[in-house]
Every structure is written in C-alpha cells, then in structure tokens.
C-alpha cells in the first residue's frame, strides 16, 4: 500500500461514498452503481482506482464480481493519523 496512492484514492467524493456502501456488505459493480448518476464505465474506473490503492477486494463468484471494503488499510490510515496527533 502506498499513501499516496491511498490519499489519491480518498481524495474523490464518489470514491468515498462508494466505501461508506460497502462499509456494511460487499456487492457488485451494479449494485454500487445503481447509487451514482453515472455510467458504468465511470463506476469502473473508481473501483479501479480504490482496487489500485488496496481499499477495496474484489470476489469472483461466477458471472459477478463483489466488491468489499478492506479495513485493515483503513485501520493503517487512522493508526498513522493517530501517530499524528499524538499526546498532547
């Protein structure tokens, strides 16, 4: 996992709101697109991008592809933001 490429990934609002759907459960590409105004080429390239900088997984099952929020590199982001603040 490269920050960076983490941040980057943070820094769209759609990119965002597709991990807040998937904070609960996995779920398609459909799924999650039927939650935007946009095509589905555009639902792609943000799953590539989340997929890119390891926020999200994806499970071939089938015909399908689920998507699922990888925690343990959002459990690194807020360790790192922590160390951050430290004790004041």
Known sequence: ???AETFKA???PVRREIL????????SAGEIGSHF????ATISYHL???KKADLVWETKVK???YYELNTSVVEEIMLWLSELK???
Not at 37 to 40: A, E, S
């Open 20 to 27: 807040v759907l998937l904070k609960d459960q996995s779920m």
């Open 10 to 12: 943070l820094s769209d």
């Open 63 to 65: 015909n399908f592809v």
């Open 86 to 88: 430290g004790d004041k």
């Open 1 to 3: 996992m490269s920050f």
């Open 37 to 40: 105004d946009m095509t589905g």
């Open 48 to 50: 590539n991008v989340l």
